[in-house]
């Protein structure tokens, strides 16, 4: 407990600093990559501080002249600096809206223009999605958790279908992603930071255009394969 306890002053510490820094360089994520320097060195500075070894496969499937829609699976506050400490193209999240509250931590999401979603608006939440369809085409990939939430045992959920919508309206390629593990790093509900290995896959890119008649297809055929690339949890 007190191993964690001083992990957590670390991560708050870490992640205060960085977020400062995001919003006080806000201005210059228009023209520069100032976000993505930032919460990538955010991300690995966790990583480290927590303990959690990536074991990451599927990297050549990232073309770095192309951008994605990137559709993970969800289990731990842990998946966003795995992710973003692990993929070096720019990525842009979609979150839902309370994240922005946050003081400091929230300012630094509204700073790098994520995606930030209303989920009981849907006027609101469909404005979003059309500005995650610009970044997409000015060369911006996107990361969905089309679970909506993170998973309490690891378990997959049923996917949400708004990711998929945006693949569909854009025509870009789908990569899914299959984190395994994270779940133990730090459970939902439960105070503790374990360091464990966790697996990161990446699977082949989906092309949207073998889907565009039969949408439930579509998302069930992107969930197994990341069912599929889960690999067993090793501590």
Known sequence: MFLTIIKIIMIVVVTT????LAVITGPLNFGLPAYHLISTTWAKQLIW??????????????????????ISNHASLFDIPILLSIIKCEIKMVAKKELVYIPIFGWSLWAGRYILIDRNDMRKSFKAMKNAEKKLRKGTSILIFPEGTR?????????????FYLALQTGFDILPVSISGSNTVMPKNKFRITPVKVHLVIGEPIAVKEYKRNKDEFIDSVRNVIISNLKEEIV
């Open 17 to 20: 600093f960085w977020s400062i």
């Open 151 to 163: 998973s309490s045992d690891g378990e997959i959920q049923s996917f949400k279908k708004g990711g």
């Open 49 to 70: 501080i927590s303990g959690v070894k990536i074991e990451a496969t599927g990297l050549e499937n990232i073309d770095p002249e192309k951008n994605y829609v990137f």
